[in-house]
């Protein structure tokens, strides 16, 4: 895959191409220089009587000059409006100007560390603008790309009419747009790189929804601040696609992929309004929705503090045979989901005695034989104490209860935390808090755990230098790395982290510390397979274990994507390998997977692309 959307997709809001007047309550504004009385304040007023006017006395001021204006959040912005003084003097008309803005997102490089350089203060500018106003007491308009700031800064270089080296302005406005759309974060592994795609086309903002990845390998985007709303990225033609609105409205909602290639979603009353978001489901052929009675969503909620808000929040939902849904959480209640037909609900057990475990997380680590690792969250979505418990929920037949396994505890409670599964099978936990509050990094739990499926324990690893708590995201990339980022997301707050850093587990490396040598996939025999056929791969050298890991979405905290289908070779000769794909959809997906190989030293080689169809 060669771009990955960093959650990260849908955890930022940004605005169309269309123009409205941003409205200025709360922004301050800062200047160079002004004459006592005629302060640089004078531009917010909406007063056109008033000037900002740069001093002329008792000595003028040289040029250039410039006024700052902190809008106080970012906002998408994409043109400015600057009205001359209005009395009888045409003094200090702008003439040659420059608009500029510190920008939300910056194309970084990237080597261990995702450097903080997509940062809100005002401290690196970004030109959008620049010309020569005419010398008259016109309205001036000024349109630019549409950008993600906080700050803008206007800056007179001349004065229009040659009069003197003052600047003056009645009133300035900032245009930004009238409905939200989203911003891509785009993260290549190969170069290292993040690059910004502001999204206009599909009109959707897309802060805090369901994230899926489709059989296509598309990343489908359902829901949040435009509640009904339904986006499609296409990473192979680098397009953003609108797709039709879902029936019912939802934000904080998860989604999974199906067995059949469709997709259903539950919950979300966070957006679009409170209570009966009962299931639907996506049909990839048709592409429309389709409401679920049947899947009724009151099994699955959880006793929230504040209600239904944030009871049928972030569901663990995982695609499973015959169309069907298991979901492992939040709720202690777990529950079946049957998204064909009109729907089906049946209980699936308890999740031992954990209880209710909001912005908690699951895991399927081993789908091949229906494992699950259920880790942390709390009994409210914020306010209360996370636990540090660990359970592994083994699924077989729909319908049927699950088994429930207590496992050793990690060391550290955690919410807001995210999990990965690595090639060799192992989980890491990443970030959280030990007691969860939105925009906050009070308790943030910097060091990760790693939990082992043979001995049921974790173990901690190095610490990460930034806390990652509300927003975060973490993802495996090709090269058997793990990528960790974000976090906040409040506009003004300090607990913004638009950075990640990229962790590099033990196999990757020799006793010594030195990099071990690994393997190589020289060639696979097919790119694209159907469950239950072969492939034959060949590698540079000796393989004892291989693994498909599915590419992955996160929000929230929640990676209904991501699972692991261990693999063993029908037939060896030499390096030439035969794997056969798992014959049941419902385990093996259909949609773009990383195919692993690993030596005996357990080290995984870069992960080549497969795409598993479901015939």
Known sequence: MRRLLATIVAAYASLAATQTITPRTGWTITADSFQPGNEATNVLDGNTGSIWHTQYSPTNAALPHAITIDMKKIIDVNGLTYLPRQDASMNGNIGQHKIEVEMFFRNVSVTALIEDQLSSDSSTWTTLAFGTYYDDKSLKTTPFTTTPARYVRLTAQTEAGGRGPWTSAAEVNILSAAAYTAPAAIYDPATRTVSRRVVTNTQHDMFCPGISLDAGGRIFVTGGNDAPKTSIYDSNANTWIAAPNMKIARGYQSSATLSNGNIFTIGGSWSGGQGDKNGEVWN???NTWSLLPGCPVAPMLTADAQGVYRSDNHGWLFGWKSGSVF?????????????TGTGAQKPAGLRGNDPHSMNGNAIMYDAVNGKLLTVGGAPNYQDNDATSNAHVVTIGSPGTTASVAAVGSMANRRAFHNSVVLPDGKVLVTGG???PVPFSDAGAVLTPELFNPATSTFSTVNPEAVPRTYHSWSLLLPDATVISGGGGLCGTCSTNHPNAQIFSPAYLFNADGSKAARPVIDSVSATSVAVGTTMTVTTNSAVTSWSLVRYASVTHSVNTDQRRVPLTPEATNGNTYTLRIPSDSGVALPGWWMLYAMNAQ?????????????S
């Open 284 to 286: 990839a052929v048709t």
């Open 327 to 339: 979901q492992a959480g939040p709720s202690k209640a777990m529950n079946w989901y049957t998204a």
């Open 433 to 435: 808090e030990v007691r």
């Open 602 to 614: 357990g080290v995984p080689s870069i992960s080549k692309t497969i795409t598993i169809r479901v």
